[in-house]
């Protein structure tokens, strides 16, 4: 049995949608790129609609060559590829009749299974992200704002203690200063040290 991987690196997303090139299915299928075409144009009605099937466009090919067509191959290309989707793939069964055919077409099928199995539980887990995303936003919010309370809090605080000890302060001075201008013993227990 043909690796799953294997498929898998050559489904690439073109015009939005998972396809696979003919040369990638024709190499699969041990045949030409040319009768695997040759196939495909005698039985056309089959592959109507972009949904199946589609051919490249020049502009598409020469933005392509950059990336998914300059593996090795297809630096010269003479005709305009065609790009099989997950249906057109499915229907390329009913046009290529060998058994090496029915089996890769079954390997083939596992794998855009596979890839769209992989690319929903990457969407889920890229929703996840986002919902824990905004949650720690809206902690930090909150965090940020329970710190700014504190630090007014704190300042607020910090103040009245200031203006208590300045008050004190005062009151010692002006207690001081009264003693000092009646000139008296402050009053309560004498000392016999202080005895004269």
Not at 53 to 74: A, D, P, Y
Not at 85 to 101: K, R
């Amino acid at each position: 049995m043909m690796e799953l991987q294997v498929i898998q690196n050559k489904i690439y997303e073109f015009r939005g949608q998972k396809i696979m090139f003919d040369f990638d299915l024709a190499q699969l299928y041990g045949v030409e790129t040319a009768q695997l075409k040759r196939s495909v144009k005698r039985n056309m009605e089959r592959f109507e609609g972009e949904d199946f099937m589609f051919e490249v466009t020049r502009e598409e090919l020469s933005r392509c060559q950059i990336g998914i067509l300059n593996k090795g191959r297809g630096s010269n290309i003479k005709y305009l590829p065609f790009a099989f989707t997950e249906l057109g793939v499915a229907m390329l069964s009913s046009v290529l009749h060998s058994s090496t055919a029915i089996e890769v077409n079954r390997n083939i099928m596992r794998a855009f299974v596979s890839v769209r199995q992989y690319l929903s539980s990457t969407n889920n887990t890229t929703k996840e992200i986002e919902e824990l995303k905004q949650r720690m936003k809206v902690l930090e919010d909150g965090n940020e704002d329970t710190i700014a309370a504190i630090n007014d809090l704190s300042e607020d605080t910090r103040k009245e203690l200031d203006d208590i000890y300045l008050a004190l302060s005062q009151l010692a001075d002006k207690q001081k200063q009264i003693a000092q201008k009646n000139n008296c013993k402050p009053i309560g227990f004498v000392h016999y040290d202080n005895k004269k």
